[in-house]
């Protein structure tokens, strides 16, 4: 039977990943390189404005709850710094608190995350999406909270959670609104996240505004593309669609082909299109929930004009995010034997 979550709780449609390097550290069958070396999961990686680093959310070993923690990390490899993590009380044991989905916004001076806090098979989880200076991402008292989740959104759909958090503008964050539900029925997976629409924070003053993108519906992923336009995918669809901040006319820019190679996760180079396909993902309704998507990645390909392109499929990839000079792909990747997820980088252009 499937259940509306308004908590995380325990992350179950992983496999159980060690908790000592010892995996991690195997020699590594790239291409493509990886620029992350961690036991636990590096997910969501965003670049900064210029390029030279990438924000990401890394996963501790070092306490029970495995909390997801931000760090910035420099493109070439090197030293993670600005580590934000919890602190508070309920960062031990029983707790999950997860920093995830950061956007750099355009100033370069600040850079806005999701966080959430959660007791392991709880309910009523506190999640925000805040913002800070670079400078004092670490420091609580510095983060100015823009949108609290669960909301209940104006299209009368119930944002969960959001991903995908990037800056249309200076003062416009998109997001992907997320549907959190738990399977009791499944012993090896029973946490799934399944999207729901876009939707946009507009910024004034101290105040945000939230809005839903029109015919955006079931939607699994979002970029945002020259000229202010949005550019998303749909669930248990292979086509790339582009509408505009505010709605109205929605066009189909590409598509994929195969009806089951699902296209998530969209980003715009130009005139060329990289999207998250086929993989282990499946889409089907189900009692109570209705429309849902899961989703453990697939292959990186590429779509100009009528021509689609694999790009490559030797991890199970998600979430990728496009350098500023539209040179490389930095994407999470799911290792296909160990199933660890480390931030690989696929070089696009020379």
Same mark, same amino acid.
């Given at each position: 039977?499937?259940?509306?979550?308004?908590?995380?709780?325990?992350?179950?449609?992983?496999?159980?990943?060690?908790?000592?390097?010892?995996?991690?550290?195997?020699?590594?069958? !790239?291409?493509?390189?990886?620029? +992350?070396? /961690?036991?636990?999961?590096?997910?969501?990686?965003?670049?900064?404005?210029?390029?030279?680093?990438?924000?990401?959310?890394?996963?501790? &070993?070092?306490?029970?709850?495995?909390?997801?923690?931000?760090?910035?990390?420099?493109?070439?490899?090197?030293?993670? &710094?600005?580590?934000?993590?919890?602190?508070?009380?309920?960062?031990?044991?029983?707790?999950?608190?997860?920093?995830?989905?950061?956007?750099?916004?355009?100033?370069?001076?600040?850079?806005?995350?999701?966080?959430?806090?959660?007791?392991?098979?709880?309910?009523?989880?506190?999640?925000?999406?805040?913002?800070?200076?670079?400078?004092?991402?670490?420091?609580? &008292?510095?983060?100015? !909270?823009?949108?609290?989740?669960?909301?209940?959104?104006?299209?009368?759909?119930?944002?969960?959670?959001?991903?995908?958090?990037?800056?249309? /503008?200076?003062?416009?964050?998109?997001?992907?609104?997320?549907?959190?539900?738990? /399977?009791?029925?499944?012993?090896?997976?029973?946490?799934?996240?399944?999207?729901?629409?876009?939707?946009?924070?507009?910024?004034?003053?101290?105040?945000?505004?939230?809005?839903?993108?029109? !015919?955006?519906?079931?939607?699994?992923?979002?970029?945002?593309?020259? !000229?202010?336009?949005?550019?998303? +995918?749909?669930?248990?669809?292979?086509?790339?669609?582009?509408?505009?901040?505010?709605?109205?006319?929605?066009?189909?820019?590409?598509?994929?082909?195969?009806? &089951? /190679?699902?296209?998530?996760?969209?980003?715009?180079?130009?005139?060329?299109?990289?999207?998250?396909?086929?993989?282990?993902?499946?889409?089907?309704?189900?009692?109570?929930?209705?429309?849902?998507?899961?989703?453990?990645?697939?292959?990186?390909?590429?779509?100009?004009?009528?021509?689609?392109?694999?790009?490559?499929?030797?991890?199970?990839?998600?979430?990728?995010?496009?350098?500023?000079?539209?040179?490389?792909?930095?994407?999470?990747?799911?290792?296909?034997?160990?199933?660890?997820?480390?931030?690989?980088?696929?070089?696009?252009?020379?």
């Amino acid at each position: 039977m499937f259940l509306l979550l308004v908590t995380i709780g325990c992350q179950h449609d992983q496999v159980p990943e060690p908790t000592t390097p010892v995996v991690d550290t195997l020699p590594d069958d !790239g291409p493509p390189p990886r620029l +992350t070396l /961690n036991a636990e999961m590096d997910v969501t990686p965003a670049y900064t404005t210029d390029g030279t680093h990438l924000w990401y959310a890394w996963q501790r &070993s070092d306490q029970a709850d495995r909390d997801l923690c931000l760090g910035l990390l420099p493109v070439q490899g090197g030293t993670r &710094s600005h580590e934000t993590c919890h602190a508070g009380a309920g960062s031990v044991g029983d707790s999950a608190n997860w920093y995830l989905s950061p956007a750099p916004h355009p100033d370069g001076k600040r850079v806005a995350w999701f966080q959430l806090s959660s007791y392991f098979g709880g309910r009523g989880s506190s999640g925000e999406i805040v913002i800070a200076p670079v400078d004092a991402t670490e420091d609580p &008292s510095q983060r100015t !909270g823009l949108q609290h989740f669960p909301i209940h959104a104006p299209s009368g759909r119930t944002h969960v959670m959001p991903e995908q958090l990037q800056w249309a /503008n200076d003062s416009t964050l998109v997001y992907l609104a997320v549907l959190v539900t738990t /399977n009791d029925t499944l012993a090896a997976q029973d946490t799934f996240y399944s999207g729901l629409e876009i939707a946009t924070l507009t910024l004034a003053g101290d105040t945000a505004t939230l809005a839903s993108i029109p !015919g955006t519906g079931l939607a699994s992923g979002v970029a945002v593309a020259p !000229g202010g336009k949005i550019v998303f +995918t749909r669930n248990g669809d292979p086509r790339i669609f582009r509408t505009t901040l505010t709605g109205g006319p929605v066009e189909t820019i590409h598509d994929f082909g195969n009806i &089951s /190679n699902f296209a998530r996760d969209p980003v715009v180079a130009g005139d060329t299109i990289y999207a998250i396909v086929g993989g282990e993902i499946s889409y089907g309704t189900y009692p109570i929930v209705g429309p849902l998507q899961l989703d453990k990645g697939g292959a990186l390909w590429r779509g100009v004009a009528f021509t689609s392109t694999l790009v490559d499929d030797t991890r199970l990839f998600r979430h990728p995010t496009l350098s500023p000079d539209h040179r490389t792909v930095a994407l999470e990747g799911r290792d296909l034997a160990t199933r660890i997820q480390d931030i690989y980088l696929v070089k696009i252009a020379e």
